[in-house]
């Protein structure tokens, strides 16, 4: 369970969609369970980011038993959309999912750390690299193409400038 600044707490739990955050309900210990020093040793957390990190992780369960929705995958967007506009920091969460294989490819599920948001830059590339390429026909272009700050602090490559490590990796054999 969790018990975090009130500020913080309700953030949280009123821009998650995913599922609730077990918070500690301050009113029904009448503000009193601050003053409760051992909490910490029985497991309670207080930190945003062990919050978010958390919530994370139970993303990551859903992508591996394969429950990850595209609607799951544009509210993951969102929500690190809402951490930045809100000026909280997004890395807790974002170290948490970034590694994970949710993000529908080109070559299936990949982590979005080296997976590309296409554009013309990449077309000769894509001709001699197999390049993982978010699937536009699967979360539309034009809906994607709106996360390209939150897709980059993932690690998916949103522009072709300085991304050939990235080709050379994915070079396809010459048959």
């Not at 707490?9 to 601050?34: A, C, E, H, M, T």
């Not at 910490?40 to 958390?54: D, L, Q, S, T």
């Not at 959309?81 to 920091?89: A, G, M, N, V, W």
Request: charged letters at 25%; proline letters at 3%.
């Amino acid at each position: 369970s969790f018990l975090l600044k009130s500020s913080s707490g309700n953030l949280l739990q009123n821009s998650s969609v995913f599922f609730d955050i077990p918070l500690i309900d301050k009113s029904n210990y009448d503000g009193n369970i601050n003053e409760y020093k051992d909490l910490k040793k029985i497991g309670v957390r207080f930190e945003f980011g062990e919050a978010c990190e958390y919530m994370g992780k139970h993303l990551m369960s859903l992508a591996a038993a394969s429950s990850l929705t595209r609607g799951n995958v544009f509210s993951i967007l969102r929500f690190i959309r809402f951490l930045r506009e809100k000026l909280l920091p997004p890395a807790d969460f974002i170290s948490s999912i970034k590694d994970g294989q949710w993000l529908k490819t080109s070559l299936g599920f990949r982590s979005p750390v080296g997976s590309v948001l296409s554009d013309d830059e990449w077309t000769v590339a894509s001709q001699i690299s197999g390049i993982p390429f978010i699937d536009e026909a699967f979360y539309g272009k034009e809906e994607i193409c709106q996360f390209k700050t939150e897709l980059e602090l993932l690690g998916v490559a949103v522009s072709f400038s300085k991304c050939y490590q990235l080709i050379i990796d994915n070079l396809k054999s010459h048959s």
